[in-house]
């Protein structure tokens, strides 16, 4: 066997190994849901049924559940992509000495565990501002961490940013308010909707940080928790289905419009040449 075939086959296995891992739990997972045992499993197989999608639909707190994660997910949007966007603006336009340090502790809270995050949160809150849980407290817990996830996508995009672009519209006459606006923003537009959905991703699967400062609120994630311990049934299995269904349909749409997007770039620039 010739040393190129070699690599080959080593390639191709690896990859077939590396998406086994990835993808046979939620084959596995999405298989049971149509199993009619009410544990969620494949064996013994017990017949095929759909009536775990109308357990899930009756299952009002669930989807209760579900609507405070996507309260709680849209509240941090707002918190954490404009804290990390001012983040990676004043470390891009910061020359000192003091750049990395700043730096440092900008990304700190990536390196804290949640459930340190969590409890701090907690303590702060309730002892400066009388807060012991809730919406508001797992919003800013959330955020305290996300924030730093949109700082570095921020950060990556400005490293190819042309800061002469606003050098010369300030020359022209634009203020920094407007030189921001039309320049700056339109640019990190790409940014700004990747870490929308990074920080909202993020949140919805949160559990350790979450778990100390909802209050009597329940999130998605921890109200799966508990049926774990209390009895875990396929109507959960029917719910991630679903999740994955969407993702799946997200990401098929999004490359089939970056896709148009490039043969539409690709002909402009065709047709100006």
Same mark, same amino acid.
């Given at each position: 066997?010739?040393?190129?075939?070699?690599?080959?086959?080593?390639?191709?296995?690896?990859?077939?190994?590396?998406? $086994?891992?990835?993808?046979?739990?939620?084959?596995?997972?999405?298989?049971a849901?149509?199993?009619?045992?009410?544990?969620?499993?494949?064996?013994?197989?017990?017949?095929?049924?759909?009536?775990?999608?109308?357990?899930?639909?009756?299952?009002?707190?669930?989807?209760?559940?579900?609507?405070?994660?996507?309260?709680?997910?849209?509240?941090?949007?707002?918190?954490?992509?404009?804290?990390?966007?001012?983040?990676?603006?004043?470390?891009?336009?910061?020359?000192?000495?003091?750049?990395?340090?700043l730096?440092?502790?900008?990304v700190?809270?990536?390196?804290?565990?949640?459930?340190?995050v969590?409890?701090?949160?907690?303590?702060?809150?309730?002892?400066?501002?009388?807060?012991t849980?809730?919406?508001f407290?797992?919003?800013?817990?959330?955020?305290?961490?996300?924030? $730093?996830? $949109?700082?570095?996508?921020?950060?990556?995009?400005?490293?190819?940013f042309?800061?002469?672009?606003?050098?010369?519209?300030?020359?022209?006459?634009?203020?920094?308010?407007?030189?921001?606006?039309?320049?700056?923003?339109?640019?990190?537009?790409?940014?700004?909707?990747?870490?929308?959905?990074?920080?909202?991703?993020?949140?919805?699967?949160?559990?350790?940080?979450?778990?100390?400062?909802?209050?009597?609120?329940?999130?998605?994630?921890?109200?799966?928790?508990?049926?774990?311990?209390?009895?875990?049934?396929?109507?959960?299995n029917?719910?991630?289905?679903?999740?994955?269904?969407?993702?799946?349909?997200?990401?098929?749409?999004?490359?089939?419009?970056?896709?148009?997007?490039?043969?539409? $770039?690709?002909?402009?620039?065709?047709?100006?040449?």
């Amino acid at each position: 066997m010739s040393a190129d075939r070699f690599r080959r086959l080593l390639t191709g296995s690896y990859l077939v190994i590396f998406f $086994a891992y990835l993808f046979l739990p939620l084959l596995v997972m999405s298989a049971a849901t149509f199993n009619s045992s009410r544990f969620p499993t494949i064996t013994p197989w017990m017949g095929f049924t759909l009536g775990w999608f109308s357990a899930l639909w009756a299952d009002q707190r669930m989807w209760s559940a579900l609507g405070t994660s996507l309260i709680v997910g849209a509240g941090v949007i707002l918190v954490s992509v404009p804290l990390g966007l001012a983040a990676a603006l004043l470390l891009d336009r910061l020359h000192s000495r003091a750049k990395t340090f700043l730096y440092a502790l900008a990304v700190s809270p990536l390196l804290t565990p949640g459930v340190i995050v969590g409890i701090s949160t907690l303590v702060f809150w309730r002892e400066w501002f009388g807060v012991t849980g809730g919406l508001f407290l797992t919003i800013v817990a959330q955020s305290s961490f996300i924030a $730093a996830y $949109a700082m570095l996508l921020f950060s990556a995009r400005l490293q190819r940013f042309d800061l002469t672009l606003e050098e010369a519209a300030l020359d022209l006459g634009a203020t920094h308010g407007q030189v921001f606006r039309r320049i700056t923003l339109p640019y990190l537009t790409p940014s700004i909707l990747s870490a929308s959905l990074l920080a909202f991703l993020q949140s919805f699967e949160n559990y350790n940080t979450t778990l100390f400062v909802r209050g009597l609120e329940t999130t998605l994630t921890v109200y799966i928790a508990s049926k774990v311990r209390t009895g875990l049934t396929p109507a959960v299995n029917a719910l991630s289905l679903i999740l994955i269904a969407l993702t799946v349909l997200g990401a098929v749409t999004y490359e089939i419009l970056r896709r148009r997007e490039a043969r539409r $770039a690709a002909g402009t620039a065709g047709a100006e040449g």
